[in-house]
C-alpha cells in the first residue's frame, strides 16, 4: 500500500510539471493534438498506481517523451506558419458575405441544424443577424454578428468612457504579493494606510486587496 | 525557450537512463551467457559443485542488476526470473538432473526474453 501512495504522490507530481511545462490553455481550448496528448499522459501516469507490479520508469520515461514531441511541436508551429498549418489546420468559415459555405460545412461534417444551434447560442436568432460564422482550428465555431445587430456600444453613441483600470491583488489570504504592489507604484505605507482605514491592523487579517493603478481599492477582511 | 530547455534536459535525462538500463540488461546478458556455456559443460561431467557455485556467483550478480532491470519489468516476471534461479540452484544442489536442466534452461530464455525487448524490431514493435 506504501508503494501505491508514494507512486501517486511521484506521479500526481510528474503529471503537474508536465502540464505547466505544456503550458497554460484550459481545457476547452486545446488544439486536438493537445487534447490527445493529455489523455495519454493521464493514461500512462495511471496505470502505474493502480496496479504495483506494472513497471514505474517506463510510464515516466514515456510521459517525458510525449512532452518532448509536444513542446517541440508547438515550437515549431509557432515559429513556422506552415507547420502549423499542418498540425492545427486552418480555421474554416461556414458563412461570410451573405452566403453558406456547403462545401466547407460538408468537410467539417457541420450540418445546417449545428450552425443555427452556434448562431443561436451566441444571442442572434438567424443568419440574418450575423456577419461570419467561423470554426476555428480548436473546433469552437464563432460568430460575428453584424453591425446592425451587435449590442451598442459608447463608441456608437459618441460617449466618452475612461480606460478601463486592471485591478492586482495585493494581498491574497493573509500573504503579501509584493511585485503586485510594485507594478502599482504603491509603497507599503500606503498598503497599510488603507488597512488602518478599514479598521485592520495586519496583513494576515486580509483575505483579499485588490488596487488598480487610480488607487481604488477593494478589502475583504478574513472572516473568524 | 525556457520551457524549450527543460523539456531538453528532461529528455536528456530520460535518455541517460535508458541508456545505462540498456547497458545493465546486455552484461546480464552476456553473463548469463558465459554462465550458460560453464554450467552446460559442467552438467556433461555432471560436476554439480561447479555448476552451484556459478550460478550462486550469477545470483549475487542478479541482485545487484535487479533494481535497475525492474523499472522496466512487470514485478511477476522478475519473481518469475528469480525463483527460476534459485529453483535451478537447489536443484544442482541435490544433483536432480532432468529437473535442473529444465529450470536452467527456462531461467537462461527468461533472461533472454528480456533483451529480446530492449532491442529494435518490428516484432517488438508490431
Redesign the interface.
Known amino acids: 500500500m506504501l508503494i501505491t501512495v508514494l507512486r501517486t504522490a511521484i506521479m500526481y507530481a510528474l503529471v503537474v510539471l508536465t502540464l505547466r511545462?505544456m503550458?497554460k490553455r484550459q481545457i476547452a481550448e486545446l488544439e486536438p493534438s493537445e487534447l490527445v496528448v493529455t489523455i495519454i499522459i493521464s493514461e500512462l501516469a495511471a496505470d502505474p498506481i493502480v496496479d504495483?507490479?506494472?513497471?514505474?520508469?517506463?510510464a515516466?520515461?514515456s510521459i517525458?517523451?510525449l512532452?518532448?514531441f509536444e513542446?517541440?511541436l508547438s515550437?515549431a508551429a509557432y515559429k513556422n506558419i506552415n507547420i502549423r498549418s499542418l498540425l492545427y489546420g486552418k480555421p474554416s468559415t461556414f458563412y461570410g458575405d451573405g452566403k453558406i459555405n456547403q462545401k466547407e460545412m460538408q468537410n467539417q461534417r457541420y450540418s445546417i441544424g449545428d450552425l443555427l444551434e452556434e448562431i443561436r447560442n451566441s444571442g442572434a436568432t438567424s443568419l440574418s443577424e450575423v456577419e461570419y460564422v467561423i470554426m476555428e482550428t480548436n473546433g469552437n465555431v464563432s460568430v460575428i454578428q453584424n453591425s446592425r445587430n451587435r449590442p451598442v456600444t459608447p463608441g456608437d453613441l459618441g460617449i466618452k468612457v475612461s480606460v478601463p483600470e486592471i485591478s492586482y491583488i495585493i494581498i491574497d489570504n493573509g500573504n503579501l504579493i509584493s511585485s503586485n504592489l510594485q507594478r502599482l507604484g504603491k509603497t507599503r505605507g500606503w498598503m497599510m494606510k488603507k488597512l488602518r482605514d478599514e479598521g485592520i491592523s495586519k496583513v494576515s487579517q486580509v483575505f483579499y486587496m485588490g488596487a488598480d493603478k487610480s488607487g481604488d481599492t477593494v478589502i475583504i477582511k478574513k472572516e473568524k | 525557450m525556457k520551457r524549450v530547455i527543460i523539456t531538453v534536459i528532461m529528455l536528456a535525462l530520460a535518455v541517460g537512463f535508458i541508456v545505462y538500463h540498456n547497458t545493465v540488461v546486455s552484461k546480464l546478458d552476456e553473463r548469463v551467457d558465459r554462465t550458460y556455456d560453464t554450467v552446460m559443460s559442467a552438467f556433461e561431467r555432471e560436476d554439480y559443485e561447479k555448476i552451484t557455485a556459478e550460478l550462486e556467483s550469477l545470483e549475487e550478480e542478479w541482485d545487484d542488476a535487479q533494481s535497475w532491470i525492474g523499472m522496466t519489468l512487470d514485478t511477476d516476471m522478475l519473481e518469475e526470473i528469480g525463483i527460476s534461479l534459485r529453483q535451478s540452484i537447489e536443484y544442482a544442489k541435490i544433483a536432480a538432473k532432468e529437473d535442473f536442466i529444465g529450470e536452467f534452461v527456462m531461467f537462461n530464455q527468461c533472461v533472454k526474453h528480456l533483451t529480446y525487448y530492449e532491442r529494435l524490431s518490428i516484432e517488438s514493435l508490431l
Open positions: 511545462i503550458g504495483p507490479g506494472k513497471p514505474f520508469a517506463t515516466i520515461v517525458i517523451i512532452l518532448f513542446v517541440l515550437f
